[in-house]
């Protein structure tokens, strides 16, 4: 409830976060650091955020300088790393001194196609997102006043803010910096995604099998898995546990009926961004895979998609064949994350 109420203040104070996007600026200047991949949709940015070199500039500067955390340790790189698909191979990451993360990191990768963003859905915009890291007390500890204060004293941002926003670095410049440069992590160039373009010989046999498998009625993996970024956007509750200390959706809605469920998860670059699950408790897509085969435990709010599969250690195999197709390593390695 706090994070909400702290949050509409922000909306209230400086204003425009829920404006409308701008289709034909963005598609005629996205082309130095925001490549649409084949068979993707353009790319919105807000009226009040419209792409350019220098917001982007400023946006991955700030992404990757721990100057955004109270004692300048931690970056938004430090839980979201390019070479795991904007992720992080931990269950929970660490924040200021040290203290412990409260649910695993996903992957940023296509976060410029995202409806919501949190797991539970909570937040509706890149630039309102921007201010939950900021000041969630188990990461940057910070308040964005005082991070502007601390901006404003350096030099080069100071120029690099007048030069994308014709401003000093105030919180209007850092949410939008960020989330201008965030909206530039697109990867849609797995195999996977060649194969789907026309290369025949791009995936295994047993890679097609999973494939097979996982778009069929027998798995459903695609029922929640779904459209070209692996994901439905639903909310969802997979069985995980029977009881959960996490209450997922009903955090925000407050309705009994949306506990522990959970934003579904993009599937691409999957294979890197393990662990799995809110709370990162399984290590492996061998152990993700299992769960479902399971069924899962049997939580009131458990879809009814999940149910046990009977799957074949050869099946199985197969499945996480086709998920480790996803990664993208054109994105994980593109000299821009540099």
């Known amino acids: 409830m706090g994070i909400r109420i702290q949050i509409f203040f922000y909306v209230l104070l400086f204003g425009g976060f829920l404006t409308s996007c701008s289709k034909s600026e963005s598609e005629e200047i996205v082309s130095q650091h925001v490549e649409i991949p084949m068979g993707f949709p353009h790319v919105e940015f807000p009226t009040d955020n419209e792409y350019s070199s220098s917001r982007w500039a400023l946006g991955k500067k700030l992404f990757f300088d721990p100057v955004m955390s109270r004692d300048s340790t931690v970056s938004c790189a430090s839980c979201h790393d390019p070479q795991l698909a904007f992720a992080k191979n931990e269950s929970t ?27 539970e859905g909570s937040i509706p915009t890149l630039e309102m997102q921007v201010l939950v890291p900021i000041q969630e007390h188990n990461e940057f500890d910070y308040n964005i006043v005082d991070l502007s204060d601390k901006l404003n004293s350096i030099s ?11 401003r000093n670095p105030d919180p209007f410049v850092i949410t939008r910096a960020l989330a201008n440069f965030e909206r530039s992590l697109l990867s849609g160039n797995s195999r996977f995604d060649k194969f789907q373009n026309g290369n025949s010989s791009a995936l295994t046999a047993d890679e097609k099998s999973g494939m097979v498998l996982f778009f069929s009625e027998r798995t459903n993996c695609s029922a929640c898995h779904s459209g070209f970024l692996f994901t439905n956007h639903s909310f969802q509750n997979n069985g995980l546990y029977i009881n959960y200390p996490d209450s997922g959706r009903m955090r925000f809605t407050l309705n009994e009926n949306d506990r522990a469920l959970f934003k579904v998860s993009s599937l691409r670059n999957v294979g890197l961004t393990f662990p799995y699950m809110h709370d990162g408790k399984m290590n492996s897509l061998e152990n993700v895979i299992d769960h479902y085969n399971r069924g899962g435990e049997g939580h009131v709010n458990q879809s009814d998609l999940i149910r046990p599969l009977n799957l074949s250690e050869k099946e199985k195999m197969q499945l996480v064949q086709f998920l480790h197709s996803l990664t993208d390593y054109a994105f994980i390695n593109d000299q821009k994350w540099r």
Request: proline share 8%; charged share 15%; hydrophobic share 30%.
């Open 156 to 166: 080069e941002y100071v120029e690099l803010s007048q030069n994308a926003y014709s």
């Open 93 to 119: 990451s660490l924040g200021v001194n040290n203290r412990p993360g409260t649910r695993n990191s996903p992957s940023l990768a296509n976060v410029a196609y995202f409806p919501y963003f949190i797991r």
